[in-house]
């Protein structure tokens, strides 16, 4: 099956600091996510992201599908920034399912 | 915004009981899935279900569980007769179409069997 790496997975970091997390994965998408898991669990939506480029507020993300990866990159990071952070893909050929990579665990320290 | 809701947040339960998860996908959503995650594990794909039957389901998805669409707006996740390591957060989520969209996801259901 499909393979999906991310790296680095664990970060830590100052207050006010940027991060660049990465996703690789091994095959043609269709469909890429990023997700933060807040402290309590839940799965927080960040972007929609097949390919291109997305901005919202202090979190971007890039995915360049031809060579399969994707980044997602946090500016001036705040202690709420903390958790993990997921990518999952669906394959292009391939039923309708999400397949989620290891996740990278960020600490933001005040 | 239309969200997934999931009941209850957090369920404990006996090994051997019979738990029923449920959730309330976005109303428009046609494909409908239960993820979970062991704690401190990645999510994991169980099963996906469109037109009141399964399109999906992987390894994990053995035959104590099940899942139904009971009504026009409930999807539920049943699992026959827990064992300790279904103790998970399971997640629902669901899209609009298969193949492509953006799938929305549920604040989960922590399960915890003892």
């Known amino acids: 099956g499909i393979q999906v790496e991310q790296s680095p997975p664990d970060l830590i970091l100052q207050e006010g600091a940027n991060s660049t997390l990465r996703c690789n994965f091994s095959d043609s998408v269709n469909n890429l996510q990023w997700f933060h898991q807040n402290p309590w669990g839940q799965l927080i939506n960040l972007f929609y992201i097949p390919s291109g480029t997305k901005q919202n507020g202090r979190l971007s993300a890039t995915t360049v599908a031809t060579e399969r990866y994707s980044l997602l990159y946090i500016s001036s990071s705040q202690t709420t920034d903390s958790g993990v952070y997921f990518c999952a893909v669906e394959l292009t050929f391939g039923n309708e399912k999400l397949t989620f990579g290891t996740g990278t665990r960020l600490t933001i320290i005040p | 915004e239309p969200e997934v809701t999931q009941t209850p947040s957090h369920q404990v339960t006996q090994m051997g009981q019979e738990v029923i998860l449920r959730c309330v996908p976005i109303s428009n959503h046609l494909y409908f899935y239960w993820y979970r995650q062991i704690l401190g594990q990645k999510v994991e794909f169980l099963v996906s279900f469109y037109n009141n039957e399964i399109s999906e389901k992987s390894e994990i998805f053995d035959d104590q569980f099940s899942v139904e669409r009971p009504d026009g707006s409930n999807f539920t996740l049943k699992i026959r007769s827990t064992k300790l390591e279904d103790s998970a957060m399971y997640f629902c989520?669901?899209?609009?179409?298969?193949?492509?969209?953006?799938?929305?996801f549920g604040q989960g259901t922590r399960l915890t069997v003892v």
């Open positions: 989520a669901s899209t609009l179409r298969g193949q492509g969209p953006e799938a929305f």
